[in-house]
């Protein structure tokens, strides 16, 4: 379930939340759900400046 919160900020998390919340009214995932979501981003935008600073040496 942690894997699909990587795609959108936060939206996809709070999804999670509610999909688990169904199966599992006493489980919390939301703080892990957005983890995976922010280390997306961020894993993004560092392969994002990589790109652009290699381009031009291509």
Same mark, same amino acid.
């Given at each position: ?25 006493? /489980? ?10 922010? /280390? ?19």
């Amino acid at each position: 379930m942690i894997g699909i919160a990587v795609s959108c900020v936060p939206t996809t998390a709070k999804v999670a939340q509610k999909i688990i919340s169904k199966d599992n009214p006493e /489980s919390f995932v939301l703080g892990d759900a957005l983890g995976a979501n922010i /280390s997306g981003v961020i894993t993004s935008a560092i392969i994002t400046g990589i790109y652009i600073t290699i381009i031009p040496y291509l």
